[in-house]
C-alpha cells in the first residue's frame, strides 16, 4: 500500500453493481406470496368522505382484502410530526396513515386494496366507490393565512402551524429606520418535486411466529424508519428490521415516514404474509413530499456607501395537508438562521409562518431552507446594487466577511466553523474574467444581443449538527452518527455505518478515510449500511452530514485501531512502543526498519490473541459515537454567464463557473459530482421547474410530461474550482458539499438572467423563468 | 397470451396478459430487475432497451408486440465476461451517482454511439434528453459518452 488514496478521485466502490443492472433496489426484490398494495387515493384536494363502497373491489379476482381507516382502528397510530420547533405556538394536527373522515390533498389516501398481482390490486382500487362531498381548497399559503380562508384542520386555527420570530424586532427595525436605502420585494419560492429517480417503494414482511417485521424501503435513514415504525405499529423496537437496499435518490424526499409504509407494516401483520408497495411516478408527484413553497416579504437595508445593514423577511410557508416529519423545522431553523450569509451583515429578522394548505406535504428538499435564504439574500444584494447603481460584485466584495480560521460569531447566533470568502470570490472572478465580462455585455448590447451575470457568494450550514443544538430546536432525535471498524482475521475490513448512503458514493470516500487512517487497500475495504440489524444506531444521510459526521465517526474508530495496533506491534516485536513508527500500513521499530508488523499481520495476531499484552484484549475492531461540536459551513462563489434571445425570451445558459470549499476533498470526482448535480437542480428552479396547481387544487403538473425536468441539452460543461479551508473543529478537516451546488445555483442563474433583462426595463420575475414568461415581460416592458 | 422472444441470447416462452408491458415482463416474469422504472409517462428512459438493434423504452410496448423479437437488456451488454465500452467509461469517468437512471442511460448511448462514431458533444447532448438523470447534472455522463464516441471514430 504505497498509492495515497487520501484525495485521490478514484472510481467508486459501488459502480459495478450498478453498471451491470445488478444492484436490487426495493420494487426488484421479489418474496414467495406476496401482496401487491394498491391506494384509493382522493381526487379532491379538499373533502369530507361520505362513504365508501369496496364491495365490487372485493369481489375482483384476485383482490384479497379492502381496508378504511376504520378497519385500520387503533392498529396504527398517526404519523408523527418529529421536529418541535419551539416557542412558536406549534400545532401538530393528526395525520392518519388513511384518512378518516375528511381527505386534505389531492392523493390522500382513502382505502388500500391487496391483491395478488399489482395490475389487479390497481384494476380494484379504481373499483372501490368513494362519495365525497367536495369543500372550498386553498394552495396558496398567503391566501390560507388569510382570514376567511378554508379551515383544514379544526384544531389550527387559521391554518397556522406555527410562527416562529426569534429575533429582536425592534433592533430590527431601528436599524431599517436608520438606514440610507432599503429595498424589498415580494419573493416566491415555488412548488418543486423532488423526483428521485428511484419512485418510493416498501414491502413488509411479518413473521407472526417470532412476531418480528421485515421492512424494506426507499429510506436515507432507516433506524428513523425502524424508529418510527415501531412507534405506529406498537411493535417494539427490537422485533422491527428496516432496511434500504440499493436506493436511487432522495434529495430529502425519503427521510420522511410516510403513510404507505406503514400501511404495508400494519398489512403484514394483520394477513401474515408480505405486502409490497410501489409508487408510479404521477402518485410519487401527488404524494411524496414536494419541497419550498415560501411567500417571502423581504427587505433589505443598506447605507449610501454601501454596507449591508441588516435584512428582515416575513414568509408563508406552505406546508400541504398535514405536517410531515421535518417539516416544521425547514422554513425556520435551517431558514432564518442563515439570512447573514457570507456578509457582515448585524441585523437580521425572520418571521416564519408555516401554513396548511391543501397541496402536498412539504419537507426538507435538497437545501432545506438554505437554498429559500441565499436566493432572498443574494436576489437582495442585486436590488441594493441596483438602487445605489453600484457594481454588485463591488458591493459584495465590500461586505464579504474577512478570511477567519477558527469561529466566527455572526448576528443569527450561529458561529460559523473556517472560511475565506474573498478567496474563493476572487478566485471565482478570475476564472469568469469578470473584469472583461462587462465591456463583452456592452459590445453584445449594441449588436442588440443580451448577456448577462448572475455572481452569488454563500455559505451554509450543514453537517447536521451538534445533537444538543438539535435537542434546544426541537428536533426529535440526536444527529451524531455511530460507526465501527470491524478487521477480519485476515485483514479484511467491514465498517458499519449507522448513515444510510443512497447515491452519494460513501462507500468509496468512508473507504479511503479509512485507508488514509489505517493503510488497508480500499479495495479491502467493504462500507455496510442501510439495514438496522446489520448496522449500529444512526441518524441518516441528509443534511451534508455523512462525510462530516459519520466520517469523523470513522476516522476516530480507525485512530484507536491504530493505537492498538502500535500496542500491540511493539510487543510482538519486543519493542518499546514509542520506538514503533508506523507509514502506510506498517509498523516498524525505529532504527531496524527490517523489523515490522503490518496492520493485517497484526489484525490476526489480535483475532488470534497467543500472545498480547497484559490488559489487552482480544480482537481487532472499534467502534465510535460521534456527535460533532458544531455544524460546518462550506461556502464559495458561483457565477453564471447567460444570453437572453429578446425576441423568442429564449434564455441560454452559456458558461457556470463553481468555486466550492468543503475543506480537504477525500476524492475530488465525488465532489465534483455533488456539484455538478446540485448546480443542475438548482438552475432548474430558476429555468424550469415549478409545480402547478389548479385553484381548486388539482396537481397540473402531475407527470414528467407536464413538470420540466431539467435535460442534458440545457447546459453547458461546468468550470469548477476549488480552495481549500479546513474545518477546525473535523478530525480531518472536512466540511458537506451535498447541497451547495444547489443552494448557490439558483439565484445565480435568476440573477444573471435578471442582468440580461435589465437593459430591456424587466426587473423582477417570478421563477421559474420561462421563455413564455420572459417574452411576455420582455413585451410588457416595451409597451 | 402466449409469447416468445430471445432476451440477452436466451429463448423464453410464457403466457402472458395481454395488457402487460415489455419492462414489467423483463422485470416481473424474467426477473431482469436491471431495467428501471422511473416514470408513466415515457419521459425517463429508465427502462431502455435494445430490441432488434434499437433503442427502445420498454414501457411503450406491450409483451406481445416484442413476440419473436430479440431484446438485450442491461444484464446482457457486457459480453464474456467483458464490461461494454459504454459500461467502463460511466464507471470511470463518475458517470453515475445513485445508478437507477443508469442502466437505461447507458442502454441508449451504447446504440447512440455504435450508430453515430465520432458524434459532438452538443449531438450527445442533444440525444440524452431523452433520458432523465437527477444526480449527475449530466457532466460526467456527457464525457463517458464522447469518451467512447472518441474511440469510435479513431477504430
Redesign the interface.
Known amino acids: 500500500m504505497s498509492t495515497r488514496i487520501f484525495g485521490s ?1 478514484i ?2 466502490r ?12 426495493t ?2 426484490i ?1 418474496l414467495p406470496g406476496v401482496l401487491h398494495m394498491a391506494v384509493v387515493r382522493s381526487p379532491y384536494a379538499h373533502a369530507n368522505i361520505v362513504g365508501i363502497d369496496s364491495s365490487a373491489a372485493e369481489a375482483m379476482d384476485g383482490v384479497v382484502a379492502v381496508y378504511t381507516s376504520e378497519d385500520i382502528g387503533d392498529g396504527l397510530a398517526g404519523l408523527p410530526t418529529a421536529w418541535l420547533i419551539p416557542d412558536s405556538d406549534l400545532k401538530t394536527p393528526e395525520h392518519p396513515a388513511l384518512a378518516k373522515g375528511k381527505v386534505r390533498y389531492v392523493g390522500d389516501g382513502v382505502a388500500i386494496v391487496l391483491a395478488d398481482d399489482r ?1 389487479r390490486a390497481q384494476d380494484a382500487a379504481d373499483a372501490v366507490v368513494v362519495e365525497y362531498e367536495e369543500l372550498p381548497a386553498v394552495i396558496d399559503p398567503e391566501e390560507a393565512a388569510a382570514e376567511g380562508a378554508p379551515l383544514i384542520h379544526d384544531d389550527v386555527e387559521g391554518n397556522i402551524a406555527f410562527r416562529w420570530a426569534p429575533f429582536d424586532k425592534e433592533a430590527s427595525d431601528a436599524v431599517f429606520e436608520a438606514a440610507d436605502v432599503v429595498v424589498s420585494e415580494r419573493i416566491l419560492q415555488q412548488r418543486l418535486l423532488p ?5 418510493r417503494a416498501a414491502m413488509a414482511q411479518y413473521n407472526p411466529a417470532t412476531q418480528e417485521l421485515t421492512l424494506w424501503c426507499t429510506s436515507q435513514n432507516p433506524h428513523i424508519h425502524r424508529f418510527i415504525i415501531s412507534a405506529v405499529t406498537g411493535l417494539n423496537e427490537n422485533k422491527v428490521r428496516v432496511i434500504a437496499p ?4 432522495g ?1 430529502g424526499s425519503k427521510i420522511p415516514c410516510y403513510p404507505d409504509e406503514a400501511l404495508v407494516s400494519w398489512a403484514s401483520i394483520k394477513l401474515g404474509v408480505p405486502v409490497k408497495w410501489t409508487e ?3 402518485e410519487n408527484y401527488l404524494i411524496t413530499i414536494h419541497g419550498r413553497d415560501h411567500v417571502q416579504h423581504v427587505e433589505m437595508a443598506a447605507s449610501n456607501d454601501g454596507k449591508l445593514l441588516g435584512v428582515r423577511a416575513t414568509v408563508y410557508a406552505g406546508m400541504g395537508g398535514y405536517l410531515s416529519t421535518a417539516a416544521p423545522g425547514i422554513p425556520t431553523i435551517l431558514h432564518g438562521l442563515l439570512y447573514v450569509g457570507p456578509y457582515t451583515i448585524d441585523s437580521i429578522y425572520c418571521e416564519s409562518i408555516g401554513v396548511m394548505t391543501n397541496g402536498t406535504p412539504t419537507d426538507a428538499y435538497r437545501g432545506a431552507g438554505r437554498p429559500e435564504a441565499t436566493f432572498l439574500l443574494e436576489r437582495m444584494v442585486d436590488n441594493v446594487a441596483r438602487a445605489l447603481d453600484m457594481d454588485p460584485v463591488e458591493l459584495r466584495r465590500k461586505n464579504l466577511i474577512p478570511a477567519f480560521e477558527d469561529g466566527y460569531d455572526v448576528a443569527a447566533g450561529l458561529t460559523y466553523d473556517s472560511g475565506d470568502y474573498p478567496a474563493a470570490f476572487e478566485k471565482a472572478l478570475d476564472m469568469a474574467g469578470y473584469s472583461d465580462f462587462r465591456q463583452a455585455q456592452a459590445d453584445a448590447q449594441a449588436q442588440g444581443r443580451y448577456l448577462g451575470i448572475g455572481v452569488t457568494a454563500y455559505t451554509e450550514m450543514c453537517g447536521l449538527g451538534p445533537s444538543q443544538v438539535a435537542g434546544a430546536v426541537g428536533f426529535q432525535g440526536g444527529l451524531w452518527e455511530s460507526a465501527t471498524v470491524r478487521v477480519t482475521p485476515t485483514g479484511k475490513v467491514q465498517a458499519l455505518i449507522g448513515a444510510s448512503p ?4 460513501s462507500e468509496t470516500t468512508l473507504a479511503q478515510i479509512i485507508s488514509e487512517e489505517l493503510g488497508f487497500p480500499v479495495e479491502d475495504i467493504e462500507v455496510v449500511h442501510g439495514d438496522t440489524t446489520e448496522t449500529p444506531m444512526g441518524w441518516g444521510t441528509y443534511g451534508s452530514r455523512t462525510t462530516p459526521v459519520t466520517g469523523a465517526a470513522l476516522a476516530h474508530a480507525s485512530r484507536k485501531l491504530k493505537e492498538k495496533a502500535r500496542v500491540l506491534a511493539a510487543h510482538l516485536m519486543e519493542a518499546n512502543v514509542d520506538d514503533i513508527e508506523y507509514a502506510d500500513g506498517n509498523f516498524s521499530v525505529k532504527g531496524s526498519p527490517d523489523q515490522a508488523q503490518s496492520i493485517q499481520d497484526v489484525a490476526l495476531m489480535a483475532h488470534l490473541a497467543w500472545n498480547m499484552p497484559e490488559g489487552m484484549d482480544p480482537g481487532f475492531e472499534e467502534s465510535q459515537f460521534y456527535d460533532p461540536p458544531n455544524f460546518v459551513y462550506p461556502f464559495g462563489t458561483h457565477i453564471a454567464i447567460v444570453e437572453v434571445d429578446a425576441e423568442t425570451g429564449e434564455i441560454e445558459l452559456q458558461r457556470y463557473i463553481a468555486v466550492d470549499d468543503c475543506g480537504p476533498q477525500i476524492n475530488p ?2 465532489v ?2 455533488q ?7 438548482g438552475a432548474a428552479q430558476a429555468l424550469c421547474e415549478g409545480v402547478i396547481y389548479s385553484d381548486d387544487g388539482q396537481l397540473l403538473t402531475g ?3 407536464d413538470y420540466c ?1 431539467p ?3 440545457m ?1 453547458p ?2 468550470e469548477l474550482g476549488e480552495t481549500v479551508t479546513p474545518s477546525p473543529h473535523h478530525p480531518i478537516g472536512v466540511k458537506g458539499v451535498g447541497e451547495t ?1 444547489t443552494i448557490a445555483s439558483t439565484p445565480t442563474v435568476y440573477n444573471a438572467v435578471l442582468d440580461a433583462l435589465a437593459p430591456l426595463g424587466v426587473e423582477q420575475l417570478d421563477m421559474p423563468l420561462t421563455s413564455a414568461k420572459v417574452w411576455g415581460a420582455i413585451q410588457a416592458a416595451r409597451s | 397470451m402466449q409469447v416468445s422472444m430471445t432476451v440477452n441470447g436466451v429463448a423464453h416462452e410464457a403466457d402472458v ?1 395481454p ?2 408491458l415489455l419492462v414489467h415482463f423483463l ?1 416481473e416474469a424474467l ?11 415515457s ?2 428512459g ?1 427502462c431502455t432497451v435494445h430490441l432488434n438493434g434499437k433503442v427502445l423504452k420498454s414501457c411503450t410496448l406491450l409483451a406481445v408486440q416484442a413476440d419473436g423479437c430479440e431484446v438485450t ?3 446482457g ?2 459480453e464474456a465476461g467483458e ?1 461494454h465500452p459504454m ?1 467502463t467509461a ?3 469517468n ?1 458517470g ?8 437505461g442511460m ?1 442502454m441508449a448511448s451504447a446504440a447512440f454511439v455504435r450508430d453515430n462514431p465520432g458524434a459532438s ?2 449531438e ?3 440525444y ?2 431523452g ?13 463517458a459518452v464522447k469518451q467512447v464516441a472518441d474511440a469510435a471514430a479513431a477504430t
Request: aromatic letters at 8%; one cysteine or more.
Open positions: 478521485g472510481k467508486r459501488e459502480d459495478p453493481r450498478l453498471i451491470t443492472g445488478e444492484a436490487r433496489y420494487d426488484d421479489k395490475y423526483t428521485a429517480m428511484e419512485p440499493e436506493v436511487g435518490g434529495f408510479t411516478r404521477s443512497h447515491g452519494q458514493g470526482e465525488v465534483a459530482g456539484i455538478h448535480g446540485g448546480v443542475v437542480q407527470t414528467m410530461q425536468m435535460k442534458a441539452d447546459f460543461n461546468f451546488g | 396478459d395488457r402487460t422485470r426477473d431482469l430487475t436491471g431495467t428501471k422504472i422511473g416514470c408513466d409517462t419521459q425517463c429508465a437488456t442491461i444484464e451488454l457486457a464490461h459500461q460511466f464507471w470511470e463518475h453515475l451517482q445513485c445508478g437507477y437512471c443508469t442502466p447507458i458533444e452538443a450527445i447532448r442533444h440524452l434528453e433520458n432523465i438523470c437527477r444526480c449527475t447534472g449530466y457532466h460526467n455522463i456527457v464525457k
